[in-house]
């Protein structure tokens, strides 16, 4: 995933999706799944993922003025110098977990809210913590006006978790500490799983963790380049 620094432009809360451009942006959407994410694209093989993904309206989570870039293959600024994953890393991430529709996953770094909204199609909870204060207003204000009334936001530092509504089945990272937080590996229920980039800018994996019991099964199965993780993941 590309950092970006560029500035977020003059998007309002209020923005909605014109009728008249709706079944464009459906399209965009099919195509999309058709070129860059599933058989014919880069493999994605989860049925329901790819239903999600088609049906996920991702140009409400960009700036206006990006929504022609919308179902591009790429991430795309969302100010404070974060950015809205590519939308093949957002589906790789989801399909490794295995989303199941009793699951309540934890999402530590919700930027825009598209990550949090594709899984609400997926499972029945979902818990998403952002450290930026506005990001995490604006993602919360988004997924409510857009319907999401399974997801749960939180402004806070992602390190720590969200231990009140713990355990999970499931825990996505998509900001890389340079180790796993301890809090987040005692929050991820027996038998649960976890995906996050871990390693110092520009040598990062993406892990994937199973916790069975005290023991955790990691297995790196991408290389990436996330923003870093900010917080206790710095001290």
Request: aromatic share 6%.
């Amino acid at each position: 995933m590309a950092l970006s620094i560029l500035p977020r432009k003059g998007r309002g809360q209020t923005n909605a999706t014109p009728a008249g451009e709706e079944d464009h942006f459906a399209a965009g959407r099919r195509r999309m799944v058709k070129e860059q994410l599933s058989s014919s694209g880069y493999g994605i093989t989860n049925a329901r993922v790819l239903a999600a993904m088609g049906k996920v309206p991702r140009h409400e989570f960009v700036p206006v003025e990006l929504w022609y870039r919308a179902y591009n293959d790429g991430p795309l600024p969302i100010g404070y110098d974060q950015t809205i994953s590519q939308p093949y890393i957002v589906a790789f991430m989801t399909e490794k977990l295995e989303p199941k529709p009793t699951d309540r996953v934890l999402e530590i770094g919700t930027g825009s809210g598209y990550q949090a909204a594709v899984f609400a199609q997926l499972v029945a909870e979902v818990y998403t913590i952002e450290i930026i204060e506005p990001l995490a207003q604006r993602a919360g204000a988004d997924l409510k006006r857009l319907g999401y009334a399974n997801i749960h936001v939180r402004a806070g530092d992602g390190c720590q978790g969200w231990p009140e509504a713990a355990p999970f089945d499931a825990i996505i990272v998509t900001c890389a500490p340079e180790q796993v937080p301890q809090p987040l590996v005692e929050q991820l229920k027996d038998g649960g799983r976890m995906i996050i980039p871990v390693g110092p800018l520009g040598n990062q994996e993406l892990v994937l963790l199973g916790k069975q019991g005290e023991q955790l099964e990691k297995h790196a199965v991408l290389p990436v380049r996330f923003v870093p993780m900010t917080g206790g993941a710095q001290r």
